[in-house]
């Protein structure tokens, strides 16, 4: 199994123990801000110019959603 294979499987593993934790999809907003916040200290404990390798993620990441709610699909 590869290394991307093996954080897909713990992610999705995180994502089916939040959802059976809490139900209410709108809930789980505490936790995607969570888990970002980690990122963006890894982000930035590596590298201090990742921050802003990091705001541009965070801005594909809002395209993204955007896309999201206008197409349905990601």
Do not use: C
């Amino acid at each position: 199994m590869s290394k991307e294979d093996e954080l897909r499987d713990l992610l999705d593993g995180t994502a089916k123990a939040i959802s059976q934790s809490y139900s209410d999809p709108r809930t789980w907003l505490s936790w995607v801000v969570y888990f970002l916040g980690r990122l963006e200290l890894q982000a930035t404990d590596e590298n201090p110019v990742h921050k802003n390798y990091f705001r541009d993620m965070l801005s594909g990441l809002q395209d993204a959603i955007r896309n999201r709610i206008k197409t349905g699909g990601w």
